[in-house]
């Protein structure tokens, strides 16, 4: 059966009652949106902040992603059922699917197999409609903007220094660069402007960092908008009192959202920053929530542990004060064997030469985590049906060589059943290790050091180059926000800034080509190579796949 198929079948138990059943969580501190999906209330998220214990937290990423799929989101649902059926109290934290990947390349991403989280088809489409309270608070900020200039200017903004876009949550290359205001004076002043994808949105990012309403309110002030005239003097959000009616936008947004996996564990899936163009973490709220509720909480980073444990670490849990008690570095045979130079049409054939050659993607992933984060670790291998033994065999040993356990995982085939040996590795090693989260920068290090200190100790780059232009940017941020951490926007495909170059590339230089202030998130954004923060659709999206029949019965999604 297909995922969606088996996502279909499955037996769900209304959401209400399972919260009570599992976590003691009121009925009346839930909001229900149908039987199977329900947000939970600050207030009730408030209350817990006051407990003294907190559970394990256990992240899950993954080594560089290939067209072969690694199943990180497979990965942390399977465990997380598993924790579940070896007696521990367990949550997973997942973020919620964009509608760009969905009807393009993805396709969904609620996990696969039998490790899934349900109701399937709305987690990955409209869900509980926080997407698009984001992108209207986003985009009524862009309307304030041109409002005010089209009334005056009072605040002398400058309409060639206007840093904030618009967004829509697809994938819409036509809307990269566009013109606003044509048609006359009454349509507003005519200037570039352009769309970028709702999960690259600095109101995303902010509503999976902020704690509380006041908290959201006043990042959301704080964001640069551009500059006066004088082309120095920034001007924020709050000058346009657009604060406080975004916040409005946001008042259910900012809840978690619970839901259920296929074994009725529950789950929180809440955010959805992309990890190539933004932070690539659920909401603070949802993991602080999950770590307060049950002893251990599993959450995923978007993409590979360069980009999305990267920033899990340098950003979200120095900001949030969190610190993972074990990794989950999850692989396969067959992207092994890809970064190895194999074509995906012969990913299915035994190979162990390339698997060899591969494997150094995954020695790099092993040592960044150990090494640079110092955080203990242990290798996911997620079993596919053409995985040799002697393949399987030679992962295992070339990660005990490197003195990390490797667990063949069937979570995909059996669900929490298939992945209770990764469980237990995961236990043992908490249990054996007390780590001291360390992280690849200090705050005070110079942005331009930070940059760099990313590009080489993670990417195995020689150092970074960038314009003139971008330097006296640079140069510019570091007087006024120098202390605040890096978001690198860069190809998860490889380690370099060339989606091509697969495996472990080192010697490269990386290119920043941008960088955009988001001061209300409290990170800056360096724009790597030829990176964009609004996608395209593939020449055969997914879109083309997508079907519903008259009982209301969705094909095609994935």
């Known amino acids: 059966m297909s995922d969606i198929e088996i996502a279909q079948r499955a037996k769900m138990q209304p959401i209400i009652q399972l919260a009570a059943e599992k976590f003691g969580i009121p009925a009346q501190d839930l909001d229900p949106y149908g039987h199977y999906k329900a947000k939970l209330s600050l207030e009730y998220v408030d209350s817990l902040s006051h407990q003294n214990s907190m559970g394990k937290l256990i992240l899950v990423t993954a080594i560089s992603p290939t067209p072969a799929g690694e199943g990180k989101t497979t990965t942390t649902v399977g465990l997380g059922d598993a924790l579940n059926r070896i007696g521990k109290k367990a949550m997973i934290c997942l973020r919620e699917p964009s509608l760009g990947p969905c009807f393009g390349m993805k396709g969904g991403a609620a996990g696969g197999g039998y490790s899934q989280v349900v109701p399937m088809e709305d987690i990955n489409l409209h869900f509980t409609g926080d997407f698009h309270a984001i992108g209207v608070a986003h985009n009524l900020l862009s309307a304030m903007i041109d409002n005010h200039i089209n009334h005056g200017n009072a605040l002398d903004i400058d309409p060639r220094r206007i840093k904030w876009k618009r967004v829509v949550d697809m994938n819409d290359r036509a809307l990269r660069q566009i013109t606003v205001g044509q048609g006359g004076p009454a349509n507003g002043y005519l200037r570039e402007d352009g769309f970028d994808i709702v999960v690259a949105s600095e109101v995303m990012a902010i509503l999976c960092l902020a704690t509380n309403r006041a908290d959201l309110k006043e990042r959301l002030g704080r964001i640069v908008i551009g500059y006066k005239s004088d082309r120095v003097t920034p001007v924020y959000a709050s000058d346009l009192k657009a604060q406080g009616a975004m916040a409005a936008l946001l008042k259910d947004a900012i809840k978690p959202n619970i839901v259920q996996t296929l074994e009725n564990n529950l789950a929180i899936v809440h955010g959805g920053p992309f990890a190539n163009i933004a932070h690539g973490c659920n909401s603070v709220t949802a993991t602080q929530t999950a ?215 080192s010697g490269h230089t990386v290119e920043i080509s941008g960088l955009k202030l988001e001061n209300g998130a409290g990170f800056i954004v360096a724009i790597a190579g030829n990176m964009m923060t609004m996608p395209g659709l593939p020449k055969v999206p997914t879109a083309e796949k997508i079907d519903i029949d008259d009982n209301g019965v969705i094909t095609g999604l994935f």
Request: charged letters at 25%; a negative charge.
């Open 291 to 505: 770590l307060r509720l049950a002893d251990y909480a599993v959450t995923e980073a978007g993409f590979g542990a360069d980009l999305g444990a990267e920033k899990f670490i340098n950003i979200k849990c120095r900001a949030a004060k969190l610190s993972p008690s074990a990794v989950v570095l999850v692989a396969t045979v067959r992207a092994l064997k890809f970064h190895g130079g194999v074509a995906k049409d012969h990913l299915n054939q035994e190979n162990l030469d390339a698997l060899k050659v591969g494997f150094a993607n995954l020695e790099r992933h092993i040592h960044n985590v150990t090494q640079n984060y110092k955080l203990p670790c242990v290798v996911c291998l997620n079993h596919f049906t053409h995985d040799t033994d002697d393949e399987t065999a030679m992962v295992v040993a070339k990660c005990a060589e490197l003195g990390v356990k490797c667990v063949i995982s069937k979570h995909w085939a059996k669900g929490g059943e298939g992945a209770e040996e990764l469980a237990h590795s995961v236990l043992e090693l908490i249990a054996d290790e007390t780590p001291k989260l360390e992280f690849l920068y200090d705050d005070k290090l110079p942005l331009r050091d930070k940059i760099e200190t990313i590009a080489t100790r993670l990417y195995g780059a020689s150092g970074i180059v960038m314009s003139d232009k971008i330097e006296a940017e640079l140069k510019e941020l570091q007087a006024n926000y120098g202390e605040l951490p890096i978001c690198m926007a860069k190809t998860q495909m490889s380690f370099s800034t060339n989606p091509a170059t697969r495996g472990a590339p």
